[in-house]
């Protein structure tokens, strides 16, 4: 898991019920299916946390539960504002390309299937920042026109296949 999500993780799981380290790691990794997360990173990340002021534990027996404390509740509200926000920008430009139906089904997919779907955004975003680069430079002439316009009809295709199979 990469390591600035792992932040984003606790805030929100803590959101929902206290929790030890140890359930912290184990419900990343059977719910959200990924690698288990290391104690080396839980941990420590864990005690940064609390020294931030974004959560606290009480020791039971051997273990330390953690919770939100007001701080990190407000940074956890904070984060699904902005999360909230940034889907809402990503759905009005969709729109302009696509009808409604089509983003609702787009975004019903991609929950479904996450990470499986949710993965190949990064690479979609990359390949639309290369045609915008290839488009707007300065030595743009036909023979690089056809060349783009081959590779996308060639692209285009391959993905119509798997619609097919």
Do not use: C, W
């Amino acid at each position: 898991m990469m390591r600035g999500y792992l932040r984003i993780v606790i805030l929100k799981l803590l959101s929902r019920k206290e929790m030890s380290g140890y359930d912290i790691m184990k419900y990343i990794h059977e719910k959200v299916n990924v690698l288990k997360p290391s104690p080396g990173s839980i941990y420590p990340l864990l005690k940064k946390m609390a020294s931030q002021g974004l959560i606290k534990y009480r020791v039971v027996g051997r273990k330390k539960i953690y919770s939100l404390t007001k701080k990190g509740r407000e940074i956890n509200k904070e984060i699904l504002e902005n999360k909230k926000k940034l889907y809402d920008k990503i759905f009005a430009k969709l729109r302009i390309t696509y009808s409604e139906n089509e983003v609702l089904r787009f975004l019903e997919a991609l929950n479904k299937k996450i990470p499986e779907v949710k993965m190949l955004i990064p690479e979609a975003l990359k390949l639309r920042n290369t045609f915008i680069r290839l488009i707007t430079n300065n030595d743009l002439n036909k023979k690089k026109i056809q060349r783009i316009n081959n590779v996308i009809k060639k692209a285009r295709k391959d993905l119509e296949l798997m619609l097919k199979s």
